[in-house]
Protein backbone atom coordinates (compact mmCIF):
# COMPACT_ATOMS: atom_id res chain seq x y z
CA UNK A 1 0.00 0.00 0.00
CA UNK A 2 1.29 3.59 -1.01
CA UNK A 3 0.90 6.52 1.34
CA UNK A 4 1.61 10.01 0.34
CA UNK A 5 1.78 12.83 2.76
CA UNK A 6 1.50 16.84 1.78
CA UNK A 7 0.74 19.88 3.25
CA UNK A 8 -1.18 22.50 1.25
CA UNK A 9 -3.33 25.63 1.30
CA UNK A 10 -5.12 25.78 -2.18
CA UNK A 11 -8.38 25.72 -4.03
CA UNK A 12 -10.91 23.24 -4.33
CA UNK A 13 -10.73 22.73 -7.83
CA UNK A 14 -7.14 21.96 -7.96
CA UNK A 15 -7.31 20.15 -4.42
CA UNK A 16 -10.05 17.85 -6.28
CA UNK A 17 -7.48 17.47 -9.20
CA UNK A 18 -4.63 16.76 -7.12
CA UNK A 19 -7.32 13.82 -5.12
CA UNK A 20 -8.15 12.48 -8.23
CA UNK A 21 -5.14 12.38 -9.89
CA UNK A 22 -2.77 10.88 -6.92
CA UNK A 23 -5.29 8.31 -6.46
CA UNK A 24 -6.00 7.17 -10.15
CA UNK A 25 -1.62 7.22 -10.29
CA UNK A 26 -0.86 4.97 -7.84
CA UNK A 27 -1.52 6.15 -3.99
CA UNK A 28 -4.10 4.19 -2.01
CA UNK A 29 -4.53 6.61 0.93
CA UNK A 30 -3.22 10.72 1.27
CA UNK A 31 -2.42 12.20 4.27
CA UNK A 32 -3.56 15.74 3.71
CA UNK A 33 -2.52 18.64 6.41
CA UNK A 34 -4.39 21.71 5.65
CA UNK A 35 -1.37 24.43 6.47
CA UNK A 36 -4.12 27.68 6.89
CA UNK A 37 -7.26 26.46 7.30
CA UNK A 38 -9.11 29.59 8.69
CA UNK A 39 -7.97 30.95 5.74
CA UNK A 40 -11.10 31.68 2.76
CA UNK A 41 -12.12 29.09 0.93
CA UNK A 42 -10.61 26.22 2.90
CA UNK A 43 -13.55 24.70 4.78
CA UNK A 44 -14.86 23.96 1.18
CA UNK A 45 -11.74 22.52 1.08
CA UNK A 46 -11.39 20.38 3.91
CA UNK A 47 -15.65 19.42 3.95
CA UNK A 48 -14.50 17.76 0.23
CA UNK A 49 -11.51 15.84 1.87
CA UNK A 50 -13.64 14.72 4.74
CA UNK A 51 -16.07 13.31 2.49
CA UNK A 52 -12.76 11.18 0.09
CA UNK A 53 -12.85 7.61 1.60
CA UNK A 54 -9.41 7.38 0.87
CA UNK A 55 -8.02 10.71 2.65
CA UNK A 56 -7.39 11.44 5.90
CA UNK A 57 -7.67 15.88 6.63
CA UNK A 58 -5.34 17.29 9.13
CA UNK A 59 -6.19 20.64 9.94
CA UNK A 60 -3.05 22.07 10.64
CA UNK A 61 -3.40 25.64 11.89
CA UNK A 62 -2.82 26.66 15.73
CA UNK A 63 -3.63 23.84 17.66
CA UNK A 64 -2.37 21.42 15.33
CA UNK A 65 0.86 23.13 16.04
CA UNK A 66 0.56 24.75 19.65
CA UNK A 67 3.64 26.78 20.42
CA UNK A 68 5.94 24.88 18.14
CA UNK A 69 4.91 26.09 14.40
CA UNK A 70 7.77 25.95 12.33
CA UNK A 71 7.96 29.54 10.69
CA UNK A 72 9.27 28.59 7.70
CA UNK A 73 6.58 26.48 4.94
CA UNK A 74 9.31 24.28 3.31
CA UNK A 75 10.07 23.31 7.38
CA UNK A 76 6.39 22.35 8.09
CA UNK A 77 6.20 20.56 4.95
CA UNK A 78 8.70 18.23 5.91
CA UNK A 79 8.05 17.81 9.65
CA UNK A 80 4.58 16.84 8.57
CA UNK A 81 5.81 14.31 6.08
CA UNK A 82 8.88 13.11 7.85
CA UNK A 83 5.97 12.56 11.17
CA UNK A 84 3.55 10.41 8.78
CA UNK A 85 6.93 7.91 7.99
CA UNK A 86 7.55 7.65 10.89
CA UNK A 87 4.15 6.89 12.55
CA UNK A 88 3.57 4.31 9.62
CA UNK A 89 6.44 2.47 10.52
CA UNK A 90 5.51 -0.63 12.03
CA UNK A 91 2.34 -0.38 10.21
CA UNK A 92 3.11 -3.96 7.60
CA UNK A 93 0.31 -3.24 5.32
CA UNK A 94 2.30 0.35 4.25
CA UNK A 95 5.13 -0.20 1.86
CA UNK A 96 5.94 3.20 0.54
CA UNK A 97 5.63 6.98 1.81
CA UNK A 98 5.74 9.92 -0.46
CA UNK A 99 6.17 13.54 0.45
CA UNK A 100 4.07 15.15 -2.69
CA UNK A 101 3.22 19.03 -3.17
CA UNK A 102 -0.56 20.13 -3.64
CA UNK A 103 0.29 21.06 -7.47
CA UNK A 104 1.73 17.37 -8.09
CA UNK A 105 0.75 14.23 -9.30
CA UNK A 106 2.48 10.93 -9.15
CA UNK A 107 2.11 8.04 -12.21
CA UNK A 108 3.82 4.89 -10.37
CA UNK A 109 4.27 1.73 -11.97
CA UNK A 110 3.59 -1.29 -9.62
CA UNK A 111 5.53 -3.84 -11.49
CA UNK A 112 8.81 -1.29 -11.42
CA UNK A 113 7.98 -0.64 -7.51
CA UNK A 114 7.69 -3.90 -6.64
CA UNK A 115 11.32 -4.74 -8.54
CA UNK A 116 12.97 -2.30 -6.05
CA UNK A 117 15.70 -4.22 -4.44
CA UNK A 118 14.93 -4.77 -0.47
CA UNK A 119 17.74 -3.15 0.83
CA UNK A 120 16.91 0.34 -1.06
CA UNK A 121 14.82 2.19 1.45
CA UNK A 122 14.18 5.31 -1.13
CA UNK A 123 12.65 5.83 -4.60
CA UNK A 124 13.19 8.93 -6.63
CA UNK A 125 10.30 10.32 -9.23
CA UNK A 126 10.99 11.80 -12.45
CA UNK A 127 9.71 15.13 -12.47
CA UNK A 128 7.68 16.13 -15.49
CA UNK A 129 6.90 19.93 -14.92
CA UNK A 130 3.46 21.61 -17.15
CA UNK A 131 4.19 23.88 -20.30
CA UNK A 132 3.51 27.06 -19.02
CA UNK A 133 1.39 29.53 -21.53
CA UNK A 134 -0.83 32.34 -21.54
CA UNK A 135 -4.24 30.45 -21.06
CA UNK A 136 -4.74 26.89 -20.67
CA UNK A 137 -8.58 26.14 -21.76
CA UNK A 138 -8.60 23.13 -19.76
CA UNK A 139 -5.90 21.63 -17.46
CA UNK A 140 -2.48 21.12 -18.79
CA UNK A 141 -1.58 17.96 -21.08
CA UNK A 142 1.83 19.19 -22.51
CA UNK A 143 4.37 18.60 -19.75
CA UNK A 144 8.54 18.88 -19.95
CA UNK A 145 11.15 16.12 -19.28
CA UNK A 146 14.54 16.75 -18.18
CA UNK A 147 16.42 16.98 -21.84
CA UNK A 148 20.21 15.96 -22.90
CA UNK A 149 22.76 18.12 -23.99
CA UNK A 150 21.65 17.50 -28.07
CA UNK A 151 18.22 18.69 -27.46
CA UNK A 152 18.73 21.72 -24.61
CA UNK A 153 21.67 22.95 -27.39
CA UNK A 154 18.30 22.70 -30.13
CA UNK A 155 16.12 24.52 -27.66
CA UNK A 156 18.70 27.16 -27.00
CA UNK A 157 19.82 27.72 -30.25
CA UNK A 158 15.84 28.81 -31.48
CA UNK A 159 15.27 30.86 -28.18
CA UNK A 160 13.13 29.00 -26.74
CA UNK A 161 15.46 29.01 -23.59
CA UNK A 162 17.96 31.57 -21.85
CA UNK A 163 20.63 28.82 -21.75
CA UNK A 164 21.42 25.17 -22.67
CA UNK A 165 20.45 23.68 -19.00
CA UNK A 166 17.43 21.97 -17.78
CA UNK A 167 17.67 24.77 -15.30
CA UNK A 168 16.49 26.93 -17.97
CA UNK A 169 14.00 24.51 -19.25
CA UNK A 170 12.45 24.49 -15.87
CA UNK A 171 10.43 26.75 -13.54
CA UNK A 172 10.35 25.00 -10.92
CA UNK A 173 12.41 21.81 -8.69
CA UNK A 174 14.69 19.59 -11.08
CA UNK A 175 15.24 16.79 -8.60
CA UNK A 176 11.57 15.37 -8.47
CA UNK A 177 10.71 14.06 -4.90
CA UNK A 178 11.08 10.61 -3.06
CA UNK A 179 9.08 7.95 -1.58
CA UNK A 180 10.56 5.88 1.56
CA UNK A 181 9.76 2.25 3.06
CA UNK A 182 8.57 3.99 6.08
CA UNK A 183 11.23 3.81 9.31
CA UNK A 184 12.11 5.55 11.92
CA UNK A 185 15.70 5.70 10.65
CA UNK A 186 14.70 8.05 6.98
CA UNK A 187 13.28 11.26 6.85
CA UNK A 188 11.45 13.12 3.60
CA UNK A 189 13.14 16.11 2.86
CA UNK A 190 11.55 18.24 0.24
CA UNK A 191 13.21 16.18 -3.03
CA UNK A 192 15.86 13.64 -0.51
CA UNK A 193 15.45 10.84 1.96
CA UNK A 194 17.69 11.51 4.92
CA UNK A 195 19.78 9.09 7.25
CA UNK A 196 19.88 8.95 10.73
CA UNK A 197 23.37 9.99 10.39
CA UNK A 198 22.06 13.41 8.86
CA UNK A 199 23.44 11.80 5.14
CA UNK A 200 21.08 12.03 1.62
CA UNK A 201 19.76 8.12 1.37
CA UNK A 202 20.45 6.35 -1.60
CA UNK A 203 17.35 6.64 -4.01
CA UNK A 204 16.35 3.87 -6.54
CA UNK A 205 15.50 5.94 -10.09
CA UNK A 206 13.47 4.69 -12.79
CA UNK A 207 11.54 6.80 -15.54
CA UNK A 208 8.48 5.06 -14.92
CA UNK A 209 8.31 6.14 -11.73
CA UNK A 210 6.93 10.01 -12.44
CA UNK A 211 5.66 13.08 -10.73
CA UNK A 212 3.61 15.77 -12.75
CA UNK A 213 4.22 19.32 -11.81
CA UNK A 214 1.58 21.65 -12.59
CA UNK A 215 4.04 24.66 -11.95
CA UNK A 216 2.60 28.13 -12.95
CA UNK A 217 1.10 26.65 -16.02
CA UNK A 218 -0.54 29.74 -17.05
CA UNK A 219 -0.50 33.58 -16.11
CA UNK A 220 -3.35 33.52 -13.96
CA UNK A 221 -2.18 30.42 -11.91
CA UNK A 222 1.24 32.00 -11.55
CA UNK A 223 -0.29 35.43 -10.21
CA UNK A 224 -2.22 32.91 -7.94
CA UNK A 225 0.69 30.58 -6.47
CA UNK A 226 3.88 32.73 -6.47
CA UNK A 227 1.19 35.42 -4.51
CA UNK A 228 0.70 33.02 -2.32
CA UNK A 229 3.70 31.63 -1.52
CA UNK A 230 5.34 34.55 -1.18
CA UNK A 231 3.00 35.71 1.78
CA UNK A 232 2.97 32.33 3.39
CA UNK A 233 6.13 33.45 5.61
CA UNK A 234 9.61 33.86 5.26
CA UNK A 235 10.63 33.02 2.44
CA UNK A 236 10.96 29.24 0.89
CA UNK A 237 13.62 27.39 -0.52
CA UNK A 238 14.26 27.63 -4.07
CA UNK A 239 17.03 27.57 -6.43
CA UNK A 240 18.61 30.83 -7.33
CA UNK A 241 16.75 31.62 -10.58
CA UNK A 242 13.46 31.05 -8.92
CA UNK A 243 14.21 33.15 -5.74
CA UNK A 244 14.69 36.56 -7.84
CA UNK A 245 11.25 35.51 -9.25
CA UNK A 246 9.79 35.88 -6.24
CA UNK A 247 11.53 38.83 -4.75
CA UNK A 248 10.03 40.59 -8.23
CA UNK A 249 6.51 38.99 -7.41
CA UNK A 250 6.79 40.20 -3.48
CA UNK A 251 7.71 43.41 -5.04
CA UNK A 252 4.98 43.94 -7.39
CA UNK A 253 2.35 42.76 -4.34
CA UNK A 254 3.52 45.64 -2.12
CA UNK A 255 4.01 48.16 -4.44
CA UNK A 256 1.41 50.85 -5.32
CA UNK A 257 -1.32 51.11 -7.40
CA UNK A 258 -4.53 49.11 -7.22
CA UNK A 259 -5.28 45.45 -7.02
CA UNK A 260 -6.01 45.29 -10.55
CA UNK A 261 -3.05 46.69 -11.46
CA UNK A 262 -1.03 44.70 -9.66
CA UNK A 263 -2.45 41.90 -11.08
CA UNK A 264 -1.60 42.93 -14.26
CA UNK A 265 1.66 43.90 -13.69
CA UNK A 266 2.23 39.68 -12.79
CA UNK A 267 0.58 38.49 -15.54
CA UNK A 268 3.13 40.74 -17.73
CA UNK A 269 6.06 38.87 -15.30
CA UNK A 270 4.69 35.83 -16.24
CA UNK A 271 5.42 36.28 -20.04
CA UNK A 272 8.63 37.70 -19.64
CA UNK A 273 10.01 35.53 -16.94
CA UNK A 274 7.82 32.47 -17.41
CA UNK A 275 5.62 31.61 -20.05
CA UNK A 276 7.26 28.54 -22.48
CA UNK A 277 7.59 28.72 -26.02
CA UNK A 278 5.29 26.48 -26.65
CA UNK A 279 5.23 25.91 -30.52
CA UNK A 280 9.03 25.24 -30.10
CA UNK A 281 8.74 22.40 -27.40
CA UNK A 282 6.44 20.96 -29.79
CA UNK A 283 7.69 21.10 -32.63
CA UNK A 284 11.26 19.74 -31.73
CA UNK A 285 8.89 16.59 -29.70
CA UNK A 286 10.80 17.07 -26.55
CA UNK A 287 6.88 17.12 -24.70
CA UNK A 288 5.43 14.20 -23.52
CA UNK A 289 1.41 14.39 -23.82
CA UNK A 290 -0.32 13.34 -20.77
CA UNK A 291 -3.40 13.70 -18.71
CA UNK A 292 -1.75 12.66 -15.01
CA UNK A 293 -5.51 12.50 -13.83
CA UNK A 294 -6.74 9.66 -15.95
CA UNK A 295 -4.57 6.89 -14.18
CA UNK A 296 -6.84 3.51 -13.54
CA UNK A 297 -5.43 2.89 -10.21
CA UNK A 298 -7.88 1.49 -7.86
CA UNK A 299 -6.96 2.60 -4.16
CA UNK A 300 -7.01 -0.20 -1.79
CA UNK A 301 -8.61 0.93 1.67
CA UNK A 302 -6.37 1.03 4.68
CA UNK A 303 -8.02 -1.67 6.78
CA UNK A 304 -9.33 -0.02 10.17
CA UNK A 305 -6.81 -1.49 12.24
CA UNK A 306 -4.22 0.75 10.25
CA UNK A 307 -6.92 4.12 10.00
CA UNK A 308 -7.19 4.08 13.59
CA UNK A 309 -3.03 3.67 14.55
CA UNK A 310 -2.81 6.38 12.11
CA UNK A 311 -5.98 8.54 13.46
CA UNK A 312 -5.01 7.67 16.85
CA UNK A 313 -1.44 8.77 16.41
CA UNK A 314 -1.84 12.01 14.91
CA UNK A 315 -4.25 12.97 17.81
CA UNK A 316 -1.63 12.10 19.80
CA UNK A 317 0.80 14.18 18.38
CA UNK A 318 -1.21 17.48 18.09
CA UNK A 319 0.16 20.45 19.85
CA UNK A 320 3.37 18.57 20.58
CA UNK A 321 6.77 19.77 19.63
CA UNK A 322 7.72 17.71 16.17
CA UNK A 323 10.59 19.00 15.21
CA UNK A 324 12.40 15.58 15.45
CA UNK A 325 10.82 14.97 12.91
CA UNK A 326 12.76 17.56 10.67
CA UNK A 327 15.85 16.81 9.11
CA UNK A 328 16.66 19.69 6.84
CA UNK A 329 14.79 20.22 3.48
CA UNK A 330 17.42 20.07 0.01
CA UNK A 331 20.03 21.62 -1.23
CA UNK A 332 20.11 24.17 -4.44
CA UNK A 333 20.14 22.92 -7.63
CA UNK A 334 19.40 19.30 -8.74
CA UNK A 335 20.18 17.26 -12.07
CA UNK A 336 21.31 19.03 -14.88
CA UNK A 337 21.41 22.82 -12.91
CA UNK A 338 23.93 24.84 -13.63
CA UNK A 339 23.96 29.07 -13.16
CA UNK A 340 21.43 30.73 -14.98
CA UNK A 341 23.02 33.39 -17.55
CA UNK A 342 21.63 36.24 -19.16
CA UNK A 343 20.84 36.78 -22.68
CA UNK A 344 17.80 34.48 -24.87
CA UNK A 345 14.41 35.24 -25.04
CA UNK A 346 13.40 35.62 -20.89
CA UNK A 347 14.62 39.22 -19.35
CA UNK A 348 16.06 38.72 -15.36
CA UNK A 349 13.33 38.67 -13.46
CA UNK A 350 14.45 41.82 -10.99
CA UNK A 351 14.99 43.71 -14.60
CA UNK A 352 11.49 42.97 -15.52
CA UNK A 353 9.97 43.73 -12.46
CA UNK A 354 11.97 47.38 -12.85
CA UNK A 355 10.67 47.69 -16.10
CA UNK A 356 7.08 47.18 -15.36
CA UNK A 357 7.34 49.40 -12.20
CA UNK A 358 8.74 52.22 -14.71
CA UNK A 359 12.01 52.16 -13.10
CA UNK A 360 14.08 50.76 -16.10
CA UNK A 361 15.98 53.17 -17.88
Known amino acids: MLIAASTIKD ?19 L ?12 DEVADFLDREPHVTCVRAGRGWWGEHRPVGLNERQCTNAGLVSHLLADV ?9 DGDEVVRIDPDVLA ?23 REPTLFKRLLGEADLQALHQRGAISAP ?22 WLGLHKAITAEGTQAVTHADERLELF ?7 EEFARKWGAMTTSGPRVSLRAG ?6 AVREVLEGEGSPEARHERLLALFEETTQDDAEALVDLGVVLEADPTSGTHVPQPLSADARSTLQRRLDEARGSDRSAYFRGTSPQGGP ?5 RDGGRRRSPRDAVRRLLGRAT
Open 11 to 29: TVQHVRRFVRGNLGGGIDH
Open 31 to 42: VVFLDQPRAPGQ
Open 92 to 100: PEVRWVFHV
Open 115 to 137: AVPEDVGAVRLAPREAVSKAVWE
Open 165 to 186: TNQALFHGHLQGKVGVRPSRDL
Open 213 to 219: HYESYSG
Open 242 to 247: RSAVAD
Open 336 to 340: GAAPA
